[in-house]
């Protein structure tokens, strides 16, 4: 108890800390070195804990506008969490179908070199290369499959969700391909074979088991690129999403709401990961 406390308090010192970067760093304008304001810390500490307090999450500009966050949040952290909870989900279910139950398949194998491929490309080239491709297609076509309005709807929202779910899908199905011929070279595997138990057995009943340890202590990472990337999509794209508090305010106080709002995110998809895994192994592996 005492260290889930501990650790509680020190994510909340961090997240404030890089909230409070922008007005703690100063360029000095003679020597163009940086000065550090570290004795603004226990003001800024204070002036949080005291809204947080009040029942208020504080304001935020929105071009000449001032807005309560309180406001606007709820709409935009749905959005974000949507994105990211779909995308990851999606990333590690693909990840198992592909990596492990399908993976003998002719197809499958020309997937994972095309995977392969594109693992070698920065995410943000392939953000990049995806946008201009959905604008060839518009033109080419007429069908619009982006829009960079935040009123857009599913057509703001569908497209961000594939682009976030690129990295992680990239990362898992390497991961989940490399331990599964891994494991596949073992000699209770060879014995099971041996056996003559089903291919489709096997990998429920004795691949699985042996992988699944492996993907969640990687899930952390997966959803790391998943939250990385959503900053650059929602920025670039034009999504109302959670990012917007971080992007456009230099206040402490929307920066770190939408910090935590972000580690919020990450916990309920991480969650979800989990309760994938449980309802999996609840309907088709045999304890």
Do not use: C
Not at 231 to 248: A, C, D, L, P, Y
Not at 268 to 286: A, E, H, M, P, T
């Amino acid at each position: 108890m005492f260290r889930a406390v501990q650790q509680i308090l020190i994510i909340f010192a961090l997240i404030l800390f890089l909230a409070a970067l922008p007005k703690i760093i100063s360029v000095d304008p003679s020597s163009g070195s940086l000065n550090w304001s570290f004795d603004t810390l226990p003001q800024i500490y204070g002036d949080f804990i005291s809204e947080i307090s009040e029942g208020s999450l504080g304001t935020y500009q929105l071009g000449l506008q001032t807005r309560p966050i309180a406001g606007d949040i709820a709409d935009n952290f749905f959005t974000s969490l949507l994105i990211v909870l779909i995308a990851v989900n999606a990333s590690l279910i693909i990840s198992m179908i592909f990596g492990v139950f399908i993976s003998r398949f002719r197809l499958t194998k020309l997937f994972g070199a095309f995977l392969n491929m594109l693992a070698a490309i920065p995410d943000f080239i392939i953000i990049v290369v995806s946008m201009i491709l959905a604008v060839k297609i518009y033109k080419i076509t007429g069908i619009r499959v982006i829009s960079l309005r935040p009123d857009g709807g599913a057509l703001n929202t569908w497209f961000p969700t594939v682009l976030a779910a690129i990295a992680p899908t990239l990362y898992l199905f390497k991961l989940v391909s490399v331990k599964y011929y891994q494991t596949s070279s073992e000699d209770y595997i060879k014995t099971a074979v041996a056996k003559g138990m089903g291919l489709n057995y096997i990998n429920f009943q004795h691949v699985f088991k042996n992988l699944e340890p492996f993907i969640k202590s990687e899930l952390v990472k997966v959803i790391s690129l998943a939250i990385g990337n959503l900053f650059i999509i929602e920025h670039i794209m034009n999504v109302s999403g959670i990012t917007k508090f971080i992007f456009q305010s230099n206040g402490v106080q929307p920066i770190a709401i939408g910090l935590f709002a972000m580690l919020l995110i990450s916990l309920i998809v991480y969650i979800s990961n989990r309760l994938i895994f449980y309802l999996f192994k609840r309907g088709f592996i045999y304890e």
